[in-house]
């Protein structure tokens, strides 16, 4: 089990005052930083992790000048378990590993097998990956349909019928990621490396490139 960081704990007690005291509720302020890492005997330091981790999910959001507010449109009955956090650390771990022994050699596959339509397909995706970050936009739904249609090209039913796996795993990434901008850089490479690779037709270059680009996502996330 992994250890918990003392932010990861607080934003969990900072999501029950949320969730089951309901003592915030949707497009509520939260109290001051004062106020509230004295309330919770916690450095304001922490208390800024915390509420960084809270705007990184979704659920509060800072508005310049004027505090940091619970989300209005916030849907409480849906919000994961408390620990959500901290679990998609754990859990992330082995949503990782999964695609560690799964993508790099539905890449290998991929390259062998894809029809010229479906190559073109996946460096389309991977341009419009690349331009969502230039633009700083949500990239998730690419990112999924680029691995997506590396994993369709393998002609493999049982490799797509993992494919809600390797969704829940790119999901827990955007969650955890913190933008950095090596992260961010590292992507842009790694993407690059594993379309020349295909485009080339060069199975055990695209398999390495993949490999190389989940264990860049790994360690960015700080799964290990």
């Known amino acids: 089990m992994m250890q918990k960081r003392l932010s990861d704990s607080v934003a969990d007690d900072l999501m029950s005052m949320i969730t089951i005291e ?9 109290p001051n930083e004062n106020e509230l890492s004295e309330e919770l005997n916690i450095s304001r330091t922490t208390l800024r992790e ?30 994961e378990s408390l620990s959500f956090l901290t679990d998609a650390k754990i859990n992330a771990k082995d949503l990782y ?25 996946i460096l389309e995706y991977g341009k419009q990956i690349e331009q969502r970050i230039k633009w700083k936009e949500d990239r998730t739904d690419v990112e999924q349909n680029f691995h997506k249609s590396i994993v369709k090209a393998t002609h493999n039913e049982f490799m797509e019928k993992l494919m809600p796996v390797i969704y829940q795993a790119i999901d827990k990434g955007v969650i955890l990621s913190q933008k950095k901008e090596l992260a961010i850089k590292d992507t842009i490479n790694d993407h690059n490396m594993i379309m020349e690779f295909m485009k080339n037709r060069n199975p055990e270059g695209a398999r390495s490139a993949m490999k190389i680009h989940i264990l860049h996502a790994m360690d960015e996330l700080g799964i290990k």
């Not at 981790?53 to 940091?68: A, C, D, H, Q, S």
């Open 22 to 30: 309901k003592r915030f509720l949707p497009g509520d302020k939260l």
């Open 50 to 79: 915390s509420i960084r981790i809270l705007v990184t999910n979704g659920v509060v959001e800072i508005r310049r000048g004027k505090g940091t507010y619970i989300k209005d449109n916030i849907d409480l009955e849906n919000l």
């Open 97 to 121: 590993e999964m695609r560690l022994i799964f993508e790099p050699e539905a890449a290998y596959y991929a390259t062998i097998r894809a029809s010229d339509m479906e190559l073109k397909r």
